[in-house]
């Protein structure tokens, strides 16, 4: 009887045991049922069965797979999952909560999702009022759209630091004024404004730096102009395709009406030779003004004179196309502005020399031989020149000439990349609130190069190119 009664009691606590099934498997016993309805069984053998159970029962919650990684889904994991789930991955809400249910096995509320996120706002925001501007020499000043309603955009054309990126509800100079009124509060107090031509902007700029120089955006004007030069090649195109199509029908079997169809050769043909050869000329034109609205190698006189002369053949040729007139205009009011780029290059350059003790034409000497191929013999021969007289210096003031070229900005198109880079969370939320447009700006200004055409930016932050230093990652900076 003692033996059934001590049989009983250990069925009765342990029979419903996961562990204690698993553990008389694992060390050789039979099946749970048939040990308590065998017979004839000692007290000592239930007990070194219960002890081996027991002990292997242990072992399962010590056991840890050597060298495996941990995750304890701290609220700060949680925290950090949910900002690089929306800024990393550009996920909805939606997607966040599949996410964290999926992977995590917990469910969070998109009320949650929604708090973290204002709560990382309100601290990027703080974080972002800190930071220094005066190290901004050169900004670079857009437009982007969302839904129709403007969103003013700033940043420097050199680091690529975003120091604004707010909605409004307009883009009047008053709006432009209130932004870069608050970044001017920050130390912001540029030398140059680069800017499309857009009348509220420009209002703005000039209410706000009164002394900073209007750059006007190289890129914006050429883009403009090349889309109208692209409908004459379309043209052209469209009675090209015309003229062989009446050719095929013409050469056929047996073609329906020839007469009507050599008449309508006859007038499409000189048509198609006109369109050809106006497109083959403006978009030389166009190519030789896209040269010299870059670093070409000429001087500013010899620039403006030589796009006035392009902007004058084009005008000739653009006779009856208003659209094609209505940009040539526009970049003819434009030109003194377009090259103040090559002011300030020229600029440096003389600094470079009164720096360097050398003669004051030398550096531009350098600039205009840097334009030609490799191999070309008129570049090999003005550089055996230009050797000849810097003799041991010359390496040194070719670096210093590239360098100002590198850092001499002529467009805002920095701000067309930024917009390319928010419009897929446009897409994703369809309306992105302001708050959420801090934390991309902070997201963005924190976040590393992996590569980049400039060998400085590779594994450096906006941020850390602003400031000359290294900082701190996204996370650390906003406290999560």
Known sequence: MGIKKANNNFKNKYKKSEKFKIGCEAVGGKPVDEIFNETGMSRNHIYRQKASVMQYAEGLDKVVENNVPTLQL?????KRTVLSLALDCQSPYSGIQFFIKNIYGITISKGTIHNILKEASERAKEFDDTIDLSNISQMALDEIFQCGKPILTGVDAESTYV????????????????????AKDRGLNPDTSISDSAKGLLSGVERTFSESKIQADTFHASYDLGKEISKCE??????????????????????????????????NTPKMNE???????????????????????????????????????????????????????????????????????EQKFDEIAVNSGVPPDICHQ????????????????????????????YDDIQKEVQSAMHSTKKASSIVENLNGRIRVYIEVKRIIPAPFFILLKVYFNTKRYTRSRCEERKGKSPLELLIRAQHQDFFEVIGF
């Open 74 to 78: 701290t609220p700060k994991i949680i």
């Open 163 to 182: 120091f604004a990126m707010e909605p409004m509800n307009d883009r009047s100079g008053e709006a432009w004024n209130l932004i870069l009124d608050d």
């Open 234 to 267: 379309r043209r052209a195109n469209k009675l090209i395709s015309a003229e062989s199509e009446l050719k095929r029908k013409l050469n056929g079997v047996k073609p329906r009406n020839p007469e009507k169809i050599k008449k309508a050769l006859e007038d």
């Open 275 to 345: 369109a050809i050869n106006t497109y083959d000329q403006l978009n030389m034109l166009y190519l030789w003004l896209k040269m010299l609205l870059g670093f070409s190698g000429y001087g500013l006189i010899d620039s403006q004179m030589l796009i006035e002369w392009i902007l004058l053949e084009m005008r000739i040729l653009a006779a009856g196309n208003t659209g094609l007139l209505s940009e040539i205009e526009k970049i003819e009011r434009l030109v003194p502005n377009l090259l103040l780029f090559v002011r300030r290059l």
């Open 366 to 393: 350098i600039y205009r031989q840097l334009t030609y191929l490799p191999c070309s013999s008129q570049g090999i021969e003005e550089q055996c020149n230009i050797v000849n007289v810097l003799q041991d210096k």
